[in-house]
């Protein structure tokens, strides 16, 4: 999730990190991204401190009063060290001061991701298939395997919640955005392919509960 009220930063981060394979919800003010981040799951938000209605910092101490826990990174001036102060003080686990360049975002946005997800190495495993997040390759007994950006993402999602059931309601709304047209039979098709791809027994299908990796 992008909390951010300049449309111009917003436009550039919100393309710029889905090329990068993110999916992006972007709130343009305090209360919208508060109340958006206190009532759906994010693997990680971006905050602009200065925001127009309720200030950044209190955004975030609201998310953390009310016990969210995913990793948040901060936009602050650069002049502005206070404000980075007071933005760690609240729960945030890492800053960039504008401006910044959009890659340096991704890189550290993979970074809270995976440390959130309790994992330190850059590549996730599971048996013999090694992803890798920050260059969006996977391979299989070492040899590489082909996969759409799709694909890439919702192994990725699964790679990240190892032995979790996770419905298929779930793998829509990070596959897509809400602004995005979602078509539920597309999980079933990917999930296929990825089968095709790695092995049928990769992904288990729980009948009215939805997949499981392994
Ligand atoms: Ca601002």
């Known amino acids: 999730m992008l909390v ?14 889905r090329e990068a394979g993110f999916v992006v919800e972007h709130a343009a003010d305090g209360e919208m991204g508060a109340a958006l981040g206190g009532s759906e799951d994010f693997d990680a938000a971006i905050l602009d401190l200065g925001l127009p209605d309720v200030q950044g910092v209190e955004v975030l101490r609201r998310w953390r009063k009310s016990g969210r826990a995913m990793p948040v990174l901060i936009l602050t001036a650069r002049s502005s060290w206070t404000e980075k102060v007071d933005g760690l003080n609240a729960g945030a686990d890492d800053y960039i001061t504008k401006p910044f360049h959009v890659p340096e975002v ?11 997800s309790g994992k330190s190495t850059p590549t996730m495993t599971f048996r013999d298939i090694e992803l890798s997040p920050a260059s ?4 299989a007994a070492g040899t590489p395997v082909d996969l759409t950006a799709h694909e890439f993402r919702l192994l990725n999602y699964f790679m990240h919640r190892q032995g979790r059931v996770i419905s ?13 047209e979602r078509d539920p039979n597309t999980i079933e098709v990917y999930v296929g392919r990825l089968r095709k791809k790695l092995g049928r027994d990769v992904i288990k299908t729980l009948r009215g ?6």
Request: no cysteine.
């Open 4 to 17: 951010e009220d300049d449309p111009e930063i917003a436009k550039r981060l919100t393309e710029g990190l």
């Open 106 to 116: 991704a890189a550290r946005l993979r970074a809270l991701i995976r440390r959130s």
């Open 136 to 139: 969006g390759t996977v391979t």
């Open 168 to 180: 298929q309601s779930e793998l829509l709304d990070h596959l897509y955005g809400y602004d995005q």
């Open 209 to 214: 509960l939805g997949y499981r990796l392994g």
